[in-house]
């Protein structure tokens, strides 16, 4: 599987983009899929992550009631509505793939498959 990040971009705070996270490669199937961001001089940190079937989703506290993960398995693609955006929200955000939802909530970085990240910009 291979990852490829789309939807990053300048916005004013308060506004809203929506990220994307195609798969290509092998099969998608099974996988549970998350969202990871990296602020400038900071470690990597979850975001949010959905299971294979979008059943479950879970989220980090900092951005929980302001941004959603949902998944379009029929496209192999991931998306991230991100609402209410603040400054501390900026940050290259990344997509993620793993078989195993719960390496993924956890925050653990050490996933199966990687994009290349997308940076989101959020001026005041």
């Known amino acids: 599987v291979q990852l490829v990040e789309s939807g990053g971009g300048l916005v004013q705070a308060g506004g809203s983009l929506r990220l994307s996270c195609a798969a290509s490669g092998r099969t998608f199937s099974g996988y549970a899929m998350g969202w990871f961001r990296q602020a400038p001089g900071k470690e990597r940190e979850f975001v949010a992550a959905?299971?294979?079937?979008?059943?479950?989703?879970y989220y980090a506290d900092s951005v929980k009631g302001r941004f959603t993960i949902s998944r379009d398995n029929a496209k192999n693609t991931v998306y991230l509505q991100m609402n209410s955006l603040t400054p501390e929200d900026t940050a290259v955000y990344y997509c993620?793939?793993?078989?195993?939802?719960?390496?993924?909530?956890?925050?653990?970085?050490?996933?199966?498959?990687w994009g290349q990240g997308t940076l989101v910009t959020v001026s005041s």
């Open positions: 959905i299971s294979w079937t979008g059943g479950s989703t």
């Open positions: 993620a793939a793993d078989l195993a939802l719960a390496r993924i909530k956890s925050g653990n970085r050490n996933l199966e498959v």
